[in-house]
């Protein structure tokens, strides 16, 4: 079953290739939506997929790529949006 969530990430995410790692992994998972940086210095991402994809990247997204220092994540259930690809939003 498909679902979306969106997905906050809070800790040291924002210079350390936070946002090119999740790409990589969503597309390896087969999940679509988008990631971006926010100014408060925190990742934000939105994702669609099935369950258990999600649950291994929402897994992932905890630790993230090696020189990222994640604090928490934070994942709200949200409305489909039907995205087609995943992508790195400025």
Do not use: S
């Not at 079953?1 to 597309?27: C, D, P, S």
């Amino acid at each position: 079953m498909k679902k979306h969530f969106n997905i906050t990430i809070k800790g040291l995410v924002q210079g350390v290739y936070y946002r090119g790692a999740t790409k990589m992994m969503a597309e390896e998972l087969g999940i679509y939506g988008f990631v971006r940086n926010e100014p408060n210095g925190d990742v934000y991402a939105e994702a669609e997929g099935e369950e258990e994809k999600l649950q291994e990247f929402i897994k992932w997204c905890k630790h993230g790529p090696e020189r990222a220092e994640v604090k928490e994540v934070i994942v709200k259930e949200g409305e489909e949006k039907n995205f087609k690809t995943f992508e790195v939003r400025r």
